[in-house]
């Protein structure tokens, strides 16, 4: 793909009167069009107890998504690891990659100190400190036939890792203290889609400065849609998106019973729809260049729902994959 290689992001999100069982269904039929219209890979992300993303696994939709594709690779973007057991992750992970034949990817982030901590017994510690030494358990855990563990979090005999594997995280960036955990283990960075272009390219060189001349596979998410015109798909977004942005948003609950910070909505949507490939053809293809250009990333994943109807996401696949993935292969 002109050394680019481009996927699909998929929150599962919840719009209204979509049940959460109907969305979880039309997530699979996503990775399905995604992989007809061309798409590299898929990646599913995770959330709990909330209808902004109503995937609570996954590792278990990446699964289905599997069974139900032959060639795409499927990714988690991400598992949350502060409330999963390392170890745990590993043994899924390791089967999967098996059972698909190398089509899985594992992408793994640190989360946020929501209610998830309190109701599967994790609690803040293990997310406040926690995480450098879950990534490190993960990945003894997929690097080596057996694990063991003497830490603060983790403390177990030796065992075997049966079924065993090879693989390498990548890992969601929330900040720069994750860029240099990244770095210092020569990890992929997962970049989301609150960062501009010039944001990314900054995390980036503070990566190669913390691991110069390290080849590691880093990737980015940008928001997706693509319409008969610019202006025509920008109006659209900001009809859309705040129908199932706005309420699913607001089911983030701290942990520490303290308020969540709330993010001006229309700001939000203004900078998604500004900064990212929102328009006709033309702009989303000068877009998704102009950010490999300038970040030096050759791995994009479309966010495809924005506008939150199963419909729309579908036609928003496969015209993405009809007008503007054959421009950037050329």
């Known amino acids: ?67 139900r594709t032959e060639r795409i690779t499927v990714g988690t973007a991400v598992s949350v690891l502060s409330t999963a ?22 992408g793994v982030g640190r989360g946020g100190p929501w209610v998830d901590l309190e109701v599967f017994g994790a609690g803040l510690a293990r997310w406040e400190r926690g995480f450098p030494e879950s990534l490190d358990l993960l990945c003894q855990a997929l690097s080596r036939p057996s694990v063991s563990a003497d830490g603060e979090f983790f403390r177990f005999r030796e065992v075997a890792m049966v079924p065993s594997a090879r693989l390498r995280p990548v890992v969601a960036r929330a900040s720069d203290r994750t860029t240099r955990l990244a770095a210092e283990r020569g990890l992929g960075l997962l970049l989301g889609m609150e960062l501009d272009d010039a944001a ?7 990566y190669e400065r913390t691991a110069p001349n390290l080849d590691a596979p880093h990737l980015a998410a940008v928001l997706a849609y693509v319409g008969d015109s610019t202006k025509a798909a920008r109006n659209e977004l900001r ?22 910070q709330a993010r001006d909505l229309n700001e939000y949507m203004d900078f998604l729809i500004r ?8 702009h989303c293809v000068e877009t998704l260049r102009a950010t490999r250009d300038t970040t030096g990333l050759h791995h994009l994943i479309l966010m495809v729902e924005g506008a939150g109807d199963h419909q729309r996401t579908l036609a928003n696949i496969r015209r993405l994959g009809a007008e503007v993935l054959p421009r950037l292969r050329d």
Not at 43 to 57: D, K, L, N, R, T
Not at 200 to 206: H, P, Q, W, Y
Not at 275 to 282: E, F, R
């Open 239 to 260: 009809t859309l998106l705040p129908r199932w942005l706005e309420p699913g948003l607001a089911g983030y609950v701290r942990a520490d019973g303290r308020p969540r």
């Open 200 to 206: 990314k390219g900054a995390i980036l060189a503070e």
């Open 275 to 282: 900064t990212h490939p929102v328009g006709d053809a033309d």
């Open 1 to 67: 793909m002109g050394g680019m290689r481009i996927g699909v992001f998929l929150i599962a999100a919840g719009g209204p009167g979509r049940p959460p069982e109907q969305v979880l269904r039309d997530t699979l039929a996503a990775v399905s069009a995604a992989e007809e219209a061309g798409f590299d890979d898929a990646w599913i992300a995770e959330h709990h107890f909330m209808s902004y993303g109503v995937c609570p696994s996954a590792i278990t939709l990446a699964a289905m998504a599997l069974g």
């Open 85 to 106: 057991h390392p170890v745990a992750l590993a043994e899924q992970a390791a089967m999967l990659h098996h059972l698909s034949g190398g089509r899985f990817t594992l």
